[in-house]
């Protein structure tokens, strides 16, 4: 299984709305609705920002969102805030008695 | 609300095993999910080292399959790492998590375990 591709960086604005892609394959991303993204700042651990494609655990703010296109899901954050300045990861699932498939991670950056 | 911790050596000589347990509290491992442990090279990404079931049914990461063994202690609400022939290149933040859909859902804080003579 290869790792699924995310942009290395993203920045946006405070106040402003970024995107960060995650591209697999009919396999993957493409195959089911199970797509995740974690949050993690500096040695923190990961935290589920988005599950399911598009739904937001409870305590997540409105701010975080979720999609899907074809191969490629989508985590858009709106009115970036300071701390949004984190890494972002996305996996998705890859079939039964598979491990699911990471990205390679998004360092966002808020200017 | 379930919590995850690691706990384990944090310096591991070459050649040898590393051996982490996770200890589950607020959930009953034998009610079910899956259990994993993820690590972190440091400045790295995300890597898969396996997951388990309560039943013991299991599968890993091929990558290191042929290092890497989990188990499960249900009557502890415990399930452990052992990760034999270890090189520098596995040191690492470890985290276990419950997971989901072949996901992580609910991570530990993580253990840093560095392998050095």
């Known amino acids: 299984q290869s790792a699924l591709t995310q942009p290395p960086s993203a920045s946006g604005s405070l106040g402003q709305s970024v995107t960060i892609s995650c591209t697999g394959s009919?396999?993957?991303?493409?195959?089911?609705?199970?797509v995740s993204w974690y949050q993690q700042h500096p040695g923190k651990a990961p935290k589920v920002v988005i599950y399911e494609v598009t739904k937001r655990p409870s305590g997540v703010p409105e701010r975080f969102s979720g999609s899907k296109s074809g191969n490629t899901a989508s985590l858009t954050v709106s009115g970036l805030q300071a701390e949004d300045e984190a890494d972002y990861y996305c996996?998705?699932?890859?079939?039964?008695?598979?491990?699911?498939?990471f990205g390679g991670g998004t360092k966002l950056t808020v200017l | 609300q379930v919590q995850l911790q690691e706990s384990g050596p944090g310096l591991v000589k070459p050649s040898e095993t590393l051996s982490l347990t996770c200890n589950v509290s607020?959930?009953?491992?034998?009610?079910?999910?899956?259990w994993g442990w993820i690590r972190q090279p440091p400045g790295k990404g995300l890597e898969w080292i396996g997951i388990?079931?309560?039943?013991?049914?299991?599968f890993y990461n091929p990558s290191l399959k042929s290092r890497a063994a989990l188990s499960v202690a249900a009557s502890k609400n415990q399930f452990s790492l052992n990760l034999r022939s270890v090189t520098a290149a596995d040191t690492a933040v470890y985290f276990c998590?419950?997971?989901?859909?072949?996901?992580?859902?609910?991570w530990g804080q993580g253990t840093l375990v560095t392998v050095s003579s």
């Open positions: 607020g959930y009953s491992i034998s009610s079910g999910y899956y």
């Open positions: 996996i998705s699932y890859a079939g039964a008695n598979k491990l699911g498939v």
């Open positions: 998590a419950r997971v989901a859909s072949n996901a992580p859902t609910d």
């Open positions: 388990i079931y309560q039943n013991g049914h299991s």
């Open positions: 009919s396999s993957d991303v493409g195959g089911y609705a199970y």
